[in-house]
């Protein structure tokens, strides 16, 4: 098993002096991460980008620009003044003009430089930034070649004192993952090897909650074995062992099979060392791996439901590119940061996350402590579609930290009423849409956090509810393989319900669960994955298959009158239950949410 040493804890004073720093280096297009050319540059089809040699080229008289997701610089996020300078180091073979530019949301762009330069064979020439504004906008530049170009690197540096001394415990938390692990942690020290200035101020920690990882191929990291309790279990475990050893003055926290450019390590230490926010934490985004052009996540809001900032951008497109970046205030209230990458203070932990197990953790550690949530263009992790990993069980996860989040936040209380109101539209989505089994598992997720706080302490591995969901899951549960007849149903998208006398006739008949089979089509509704338990596209259907054309795997679920009618009748008790004792519930979670947030009950639990 890996060991390491312990480096510099605390963020450290002001540093007076007049440093030149390596901040952002260039980013190329990885078919293991990303190959979306759009996100890294913009060129002419006779340009673009060598993989194999890892250079890109210009032909003669083209025009190659860095206006891109991955490679315009973020300004915005750096703190600094007029003693800091910004320049460009490229490094290539041939001649030609560079053009700078500023680039705003809503106002004329800015030209910072335009120089010719001309380069020997992989030559360096350091190009100065007109950049004595430092203000909230995007730099990129742009290449047009007088002779065929080529460049090797095209780097930013900031030369003047950095504002902080700040090093990062990466916390990996692992559950029979290996293989992700292994890859994960090779790309990492791989990446290090190259980048031997990050080197004594990154640490990796693995919490494996599964068993079956005993060490990583990392130098300075370590594998810490760890009762399953979940993320919640693990990434406390992490915190814990960085805290009580004082390795470093940020955490961060990602997950186990998240995708990423190393590079994003870098550029989150740039920008925590010029900052002169002590609170600063850094929330990367997150693009699935099915659209990788979108933005997916980039941060995210909670109230009533987790709002995500920015879905579906198009990161092709600059100018959205420019609107995630720029449109994207720090301080929003109730903002937060998934683990999927989220980097934090130490200092500013106040309140540790509540026992969840998984789902809801990171959103009720943002809630809970005071950081300034801020999002770096290009720093973003990969992820399988939240949507395509749904089950039962997710959503019974789901349902339990919505409702719990409202209960325990004062600033989210309100009135019971509206909790019942956000309980009804999770809940009536899945029974109304034939989702049976998911709908019952949403009962369930109220009736326990009903039960208040022993629930938690009694089901901190959550094996008896795992179990319990597992038992009633049959029918919606992804089957590879799923064999279903596109001739028997009718695509997404057809035939909507959407006008006004339609939704009050669904809402009058519980979404036709009370008409008589009669009326109803003959073909049942196809719906994708990502996509799927659609109350109006269900309405009048006989049954509703759910399928990934790619994969050809899927589920069908059928209407019943008496499943709805019996999961309707236990959510109405259990409404009534939080109306009438909410208050008393209330102040046991507030009481149990103090308990459950100082590090010595996480302590006595993992150690």
Known sequence: MNTFSKIVSPVE????????????????????????????????????????????????????????????????????????????????????????????????????????????????????LDTTKHDRSLIYISLTAETDLTIYEADYFITGPQRNKASISAVITTFKRDEA????????????????????????????????????????????????????????????????????????????????????????????????????????AMITDHRKWMMWENGATFNRRCQPMHCGKDLRDFRQVLSTALD?????????????????????????????????????????????????????????????????????????????????????NGRNIKNVYMMWRYFNRFNASYHYETAEAINIAIEDVLSGGKFWERNLDMADKRRQIGTITKNEKVKLNFSWDPNDTVPHGVRNYETTFWVLIRLLTLNGHILPKVVYHKKGRRMPLDFRANVRETFLRPYVVTVDVQTQSGYRVDRSVK??????????????????????????????????????????ILK
């Open 328 to 412: 994207n205030p720090p301080n929003i209230e109730n903002k937060y940061g998934g683990w999927w990458y989220f980097c934090f203070p130490i200092n500013c932990v106040e309140n540790w996350t509540f026992p969840f197990f998984v789902r809801g953790d990171d959103s009720y550690f943002s809630l809970a402590n005071n950081f300034e949530i801020i999002g770096i263009t290009g720093v973003v992790s990969h992820q399988e579609c939240f949507s395509v990993k749904q089950t039962p069980l997710t959503v019974y996860l789901d349902m339990r930290y919505h409702l719990l989040h409202h209960l325990i936040f004062h600033r989210l």
């Open 181 to 284: 692990v292994q890859s994960t942690s090779r790309r990492l020290q791989d990446y290090l090897i190259q980048n031997k200035d990050l080197e004594a101020d990154f640490k990796l920690l693995v919490v494996d909650n599964g068993g079956d990882t005993d060490s990583i191929p990392f130098s300075s990291g370590k594998v810490i074995k760890n009762k399953n309790y979940g993320g919640a279990g693990g990434f406390m475990r992490g915190l814990l062992e960085v805290a009580e050893n004082k390795l470093s003055s940020h955490v961060l926290f990602m997950d186990d099979d998240a995708v990423f450019h190393p590079e994003n390590i870098r550029r989150t230490l740039s920008v925590l060392r010029y900052s002169q926010v002590s609170n600063l934490a850094v929330a990367g």
């Open 563 to 604: 499943k709805y009618t019996r999961n309707l009748l236990k959510f109405l008790s259990l409404a009534m239950r939080l109306l009438t004792r909410g208050k008393k519930i209330q102040n046991e979670y507030h009481e149990f949410a103090k308990k459950t947030s100082e590090r010595q009950f996480w302590a006595s």
């Open 13 to 128: 004073e002001f540093d007076d002096t007049n440093t030149r720093t390596l901040v952002q280096r260039l980013l190329y297009p990885d078919s293991s991460i990303n190959s979306e050319i759009d996100l890294y540059y913009h060129s002419p089809i006779s340009s673009g980008v060598d993989l194999e040699k890892k250079c890109y080229f210009v032909s003669a008289g083209d025009m190659l620009g860095f206006d891109s997701y991955f490679n315009a610089f973020p300004l915005y996020a750096y703190d600094l003044d007029e003693r800091h300078s910004i320049s460009l180091r490229i490094r290539g073979r041939g001649r030609g003009t560079l053009i700078a530019y500023k680039a705003y949301v809503d106002k004329s762009w800015e030209l910072i430089q335009r120089t010719k330069f001309s380069l020997e064979d992989k030559q360096d020439e350091t190009i100065k």
